[in-house]
């Protein structure tokens, strides 16, 4: 449980995305998470610091780490938390976003977890409710808890962020993990290298401060961390590359392009992982990749959010 004054100064009413934090509220959440990591290692994986709270999680968009991490996390402090999926609102009846924001608000919770395939959703919601809300994931914006694990993963095996060189792989065009890893990555001072086909980076990518590579080989070159990306099909139109077959040939982490990486590199990967397409099963099971860790990561860093956003008591 948290107790050292500097690690609960991230004192905000939502999370939307990670370009609102400053670099000492980034390091307040990563010291945060790691210290509820503790949590989840008892026998009894339960404390009180959320008890009498209520969090929703709201998901119109299909999730298995998001959505069950947050409900574990609000679970593990203690607080009452409900699930709800589009399929199963009264959205499929035809009740609009606005509408289902403000009849769960008129519950009292104490925060929403939204996910949505509309890019700006949670920041809509959170201008039509003052119940915190915290963006689990909406269209290719946003996604700050997956980026504050990952980030939080990076500390844990590399500690220090300053000029660390980290290699994102991928599907960058549409990826929301992509841009919230950039724009913390940014505020902390690494190193950041994309490869992408140039149909999958985005326009005017210059403004990421990013080395910008096509060649995954020299991308991996001299990367801490390597961060490979899901190719997004639900997405992206047609032509955008010519097959899977053909993407995997040149952008696929495998064996013999790890052959080119530090010793001590790091392989990262949001998850869900397409196994052959963006990364080989020998190296998403290899003794590199951090990629469950990750997952676990999940669970104590949204215990942290929740937490610090929900106003947790210190009670151990
Ligand atoms: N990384 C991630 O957001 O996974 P889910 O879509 O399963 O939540």
């Given at each position: 449980?948290?107790?050292?004054?500097e690690e609960?100064?991230?004192?905000?009413k939502?999370l939307?995305?990670?370009?609102?934090?400053?670099?000492?509220?980034?390091r307040?959440?990563?010291?945060?998470?790691?210290?509820?990591?503790?949590v989840?290692?008892?026998?009894?994986?339960?404390?009180p610091a959320l008890?009498?709270?209520t969090?929703?999680?709201?998901?119109?968009?299909?999730?298995?780490?998001?959505?069950?991490?947050?409900e574990?996390?609000g679970?593990?402090?203690?607080?009452?938390?409900?699930n709800?999926?589009a399929?199963?609102?009264?959205?499929s009846?035809?009740?609009?976003f606005k509408?289902?924001?403000?009849n769960?608000?008129?519950?009292k919770?104490?925060?929403?977890?939204?996910r949505?395939s509309?890019?700006?959703?949670?920041l809509i919601?959170s201008q039509?409710t003052?119940?915190?809300?915290?963006?689990g994931?909406d269209g290719a914006?946003?996604?700050p808890?997956q980026a504050?694990?990952?980030?939080m993963?990076?500390?844990?095996?590399?500690?220090?962020f300053?000029?660390?060189?980290?290699?994102?792989?991928?599907?960058?065009?549409?990826?929301r993990?992509?841009?919230s890893?950039?724009?913390?990555?940014?505020?902390?001072?690494?190193?950041i290298?994309?490869?992408?086909?140039?149909?999958l980076m985005?326009?005017?990518?210059d403004?990421f401060?990013?080395k910008?590579?096509?060649?995954?080989?020299k991308?991996?070159k001299?990367a801490?961390?390597?961060m490979?990306?899901r190719?997004?099909?639900e997405?992206?139109g047609?032509?955008?590359f010519?097959?899977?077959?053909?993407?995997?040939r040149?952008?696929c982490?495998?064996?013999?392009v790890?052959?080119e990486?530090?010793?001590?590199?790091?392989?990262?990967?949001?998850?869900p992982i397409?196994r052959g397409?963006?990364i080989?099963?020998?190296?998403?099971d290899?003794n590199?990749?951090v990629?469950?860790?990750q997952v676990?990561?999940?669970?104590?860093?949204?215990?942290a959010?929740?937490y610090?956003?929900?106003?947790?008591?210190?009670d151990e």
């Amino acid at each position: 449980m948290p107790t050292a004054t500097e690690e609960l100064n991230f004192t905000g009413k939502n999370l939307i995305r990670m370009a609102d934090l400053t670099a000492d509220e980034i390091r307040g959440l990563i010291n945060t998470g790691l210290r509820f990591k503790e949590v989840s290692e008892r026998e009894i994986k339960k404390v009180p610091a959320l008890r009498g709270k209520t969090i929703v999680n709201l998901f119109f968009e299909p999730s298995t780490r998001t959505r069950t991490s947050f409900e574990i996390a609000g679970k593990r402090l203690s607080a009452d938390v409900i699930n709800i999926s589009a399929s199963a609102s009264s959205i499929s009846k035809g009740e609009t976003f606005k509408d289902t924001i403000l009849n769960i608000s008129a519950m009292k919770p104490n925060a929403i977890v939204i996910r949505h395939s509309s890019p700006g959703a949670a920041l809509i919601a959170s201008q039509i409710t003052d119940c915190s809300i915290i963006n689990g994931g909406d269209g290719a914006h946003a996604h700050p808890t997956q980026a504050l694990l990952d980030l939080m993963t990076i500390a844990e095996k590399k500690k220090n962020f300053e000029n660390l060189n980290v290699t994102i792989v991928g599907d960058i065009l549409h990826s929301r993990v992509a841009r919230s890893n950039i724009n913390a990555l940014r505020s902390l001072n690494a190193n950041i290298t994309l490869c992408a086909p140039p149909t999958l980076m985005p326009p005017r990518s210059d403004v990421f401060g990013a080395k910008i590579t096509t060649d995954i080989k020299k991308a991996v070159k001299g990367a801490d961390v390597v961060m490979m990306l899901r190719i997004q099909q639900e997405r992206m139109g047609q032509g955008l590359f010519p097959s899977l077959r053909e993407y995997a040939r040149y952008f696929c982490l495998t064996p013999e392009v790890m052959k080119e990486t530090k010793d001590d590199v790091i392989i990262m990967h949001p998850g869900p992982i397409n196994r052959g397409v963006e990364i080989s099963s020998e190296v998403a099971d290899g003794n590199k990749a951090v990629i469950l860790y990750q997952v676990t990561h999940g669970v104590a860093m949204r215990m942290a959010v929740l937490y610090l956003i929900c106003g947790g008591t210190k009670d151990e």
